[in-house]
């Protein structure tokens, strides 16, 4: 996979695309891959590829055309009744919100939470 925008910068360092630098991050992210080898197969440093791979599972690199979880838009009152443990604050019955599940728990949102929090939330949640 060839880097097409690497033209260097002023410092003599390459200025990779957002598109590589994403998908080197996410092939970084694949059960099994040698982050090492991978980066010296595409000439970068190994140290940069894993500051990608974090960037990229934050979710500092935008938005891909591979959602990077799967999010679902509930029914706060229908979801409060089916679910085990029932919403932290009571939420009014015409309320939407999302919910991210990850393997061991799951995030919901009402629609006017704070979008850094859930951010870092989220961030600390997929390390």
Not at 8 to 35: I, T, Y
């Amino acid at each position: 996979m060839a880097n097409p925008i690497n033209r260097p910068s002023r410092k003599g360092r390459p200025n990779h695309s957002l598109e590589f630098k994403r998908a080197l991050a996410q092939r970084a992210c694949e059960p099994g891959v040698s982050v090492s080898k991978l980066a010296q197969e595409h000439g970068v440093n190994a140290n940069l590829l894993f500051k990608w791979r974090r960037h990229y599972r934050a979710g500092l690199f935008g938005t891909a055309d591979v959602p990077l979880l799967s999010v679902a838009v509930v029914d706060a009152s229908k979801e409060a009744a089916a679910a085990a443990p029932p919403p932290l604050p009571a939420a009014p019955a015409a309320q939407r919100g999302i919910e991210i599940a990850f393997a061991d728990c799951t995030v919901r949102a009402g629609e006017h939470a704070d979008l850094a929090t859930l951010r870092a939330v989220v961030a600390l949640l997929r390390r």
